[in-house]
């Protein structure tokens, strides 16, 4: 049996690009024991992975030179020689950009439940991304009922579900995204209280005070060292900032990036900056999941995808993140 | 009645100096409606002072130019006219660098329950420092006994109290001072179980990997952003970094700070950053106060004053606290 694989062969500078990856076919063998071998049928397309192709040391090991990319994908399974799992059942896993692949199932989890919702909620709304929004605005950024909460990349497909519960728990939540189509989503489709379009806005300070003229109780951060630098002149008093992603740090060295200076607020203001990696939270996800498919069936909780057809379309899908044009949450299918 | 008081006169540039101060003298008229007269019997000298120097917003709006210098004493009241004070009661308040001060009530508390403890304790670990260390380490580092704990200025009026509650509350604790007299203070007498003098360091990292070679779970730290930064290529999953003070920092202005990189492990490593002021704990001074008198008796909290005597010296020895080299909490006394 053939398969395809995409090789990190080069440590990207910069946005990653054609020359970092490298297209393999290969032959698979017979499926060793205790193994289980699955069909990928969607590939989740993440900023997050930006992190794992350096060598810097992060809370995942780097990539090695030379294997496959990883990332999370949902699968089918089409060969099983472990009892709990048979052929046709779907799985998630990260076993990244690979066709078909042989993985342990240890590393594989049945697709959970999905009420309703299309297959790719399984690398959205229930997969990581669901997951990290909810843990984040609720667990570390303790969103509360008529607090001022900013998110960034806010129609990404981590920061819009964020923006959503943040509305779900009674929040006022102001987006912040890049481009006037993204902005409209925000306002219309997602009925947020207030958009900023940093690409419109020259003086993103002046933005920020007329926006929140009191100050921001909670930040739903996913862009980096220069918005958190920014934000934390306009925090309110025991105002969190949840420390979620650094999409445009990830691809500077850490020489090159900026240095957060205005840390006085942070004792000034009694401010907290917290991390999290959703996988902390595996022995509640469920309990994540079972509130998001209720907003998903009241239809409090939408989303927008953008999927791509074709496993070789994965190297192109990733860097087009980096270029933050595009509406909606990238995912590349299975032809 | 005369009295004396310092004014400021200029914002410093860097350490403050002799220049941004003004010596007054002037006469008190009769004791207004309602305010209590006091007499200053001791000053604490703290570098927390420096933010209000200057003109940049913290938790306290900046000091005005040709007012009294604030900040923490124990007085005696002299006069009173609110029935629940009389001359002869020793209180505690902010009403600074002052001889003598007609005080709003309001603004003073009666001196607490000092079970033993000498009057400089009112300043020091029944003070704001040992609110500060108690709050800190508790509240906001969350340590928790076997836990790695470092300690920055940890020979100062703050830090050698945080070290020794990190002790009794079974952490491993390792204060960073610099001097080999800070730091036998440090090993000898409070009992860390590891020291960094980082005079004595040419690599900090080196010294850090080799005391903590297995990384650091609770920072509480008192230097500022160049510090955080290091530090955060030390934290363990889940660290918490206290931000209690930025004595490195208050005298650069913000541009001329280092900034924060390393802010990939705050993700990666799960970390929370937090800051703390110990006034917003006033309804819990007493829970801290019950049990550092607790400790105190038990000989488990030690603390050194040095204390000069004379109002006149209060302008060197603040200034003194940014050259780091005394050990030991500094005091004013009234002559």
């Known amino acids: 049996m053939m398969t395809r694989e995409f090789l990190l062969i080069r440590r990207p500078e910069g946005i990653p690009g054609p020359d970092d990856f490298k297209l393999n076919t290969?032959?698979?063998?017979?499926?060793?024991?205790?193994?289980?071998?699955?069909?990928?049928?969607?590939?989740?397309?993440?900023?997050?992975?930006?992190?794992?192709?350096?060598?810097?040391?992060?809370?995942?090991?780097?990539?090695?030179?030379?294997?496959?990319?990883?990332?999370?994908?949902?699968?089918?399974?089409?060969?099983?020689?472990?009892?709990?799992?048979?052929?046709?059942?779907?799985?998630?896993?990260?076993?990244?950009?690979?066709?078909?692949?042989?993985?342990?199932?240890?590393?594989?989890?049945?697709?959970?439940?999905?009420?309703?919702?299309?297959?790719?909620?399984?690398?959205?709304?229930?997969?990581?991304?669901?997951?990290?929004?909810y843990f984040g605005m609720l667990d570390v950024g303790q969103v509360k009922s008529g607090e001022r909460v900013l998110v960034t990349s806010a129609a990404g497909g981590v920061g819009s579900i964020a923006c959503q519960i943040g509305k779900i728990k009674g929040a006022q939540v102001t987006g912040l995204a890049g481009g006037a189509d993204k902005c409209a989503w925000l306002r219309d489709s997602l009925g947020l209280d207030a958009v900023i379009d940093y690409r419109a806005e020259a003086d993103l300070d002046a933005a920020l005070a007329r926006v929140f003229p009191d100050g921001i109780d909670v930040v739903f951060e996913n862009i980096g060292n220069r918005m958190v630098d920014t934000l934390l002149k306009h925090m309110r008093n025991h105002g969190r900032i949840v420390i979620c992603g650094q999409t445009a740090d990830y691809n500077l060295p850490p020489e090159q990036r900026h240095g957060i200076r205005n840390t006085r607020n942070i004792i000034g203001r009694r401010l907290?900056?917290?991390?999290?990696?959703?996988?902390?939270?595996?022995?509640?996800?469920?309990?994540?999941?079972?509130?998001?498919?209720?907003?998903?069936?009241?239809?409090?909780?939408?989303?927008?995808?953008?999927?791509?057809?074709?496993?070789?379309?994965?190297?192109?899908?990733?860097?087009?993140?980096?270029?933050?044009?595009?509406?909606?949450?990238?995912?590349v299918a299975a032809a």
């Open 272 to 331: 907290r900056l917290e991390g999290l990696v959703a996988m902390d939270y595996a022995s509640r996800y469920e309990e994540a999941r079972r509130d998001i498919r209720a907003w998903a069936a009241a239809k409090k909780l939408i989303t927008k995808e953008e999927i791509e057809v074709g496993f070789e379309r994965l190297p192109g899908a990733f860097a087009s993140l980096f270029e933050g044009s595009k509406l909606g949450r990238k995912l």
């Open 26 to 133: 290969r032959t698979l063998g017979p499926l060793a024991e205790q193994l289980v071998r699955v069909r990928t049928l969607l590939w989740g397309v993440d900023p997050g992975l930006r992190g794992r192709l350096s060598d810097e040391t992060s809370y995942a090991v780097p990539l090695e030179l030379g294997s496959a990319v990883t990332g999370f994908v949902v699968g089918e399974v089409i060969e099983s020689r472990d009892p709990r799992l048979a052929a046709g059942d779907v799985v998630t896993g990260a076993w990244g950009w690979r066709e078909i692949a042989d993985v342990s199932p240890a590393a594989i989890s049945p697709a959970p439940e999905r009420g309703g919702l299309p297959l790719e909620s399984l690398l959205g709304l229930l997969g990581i991304p669901g997951i990290t929004a």
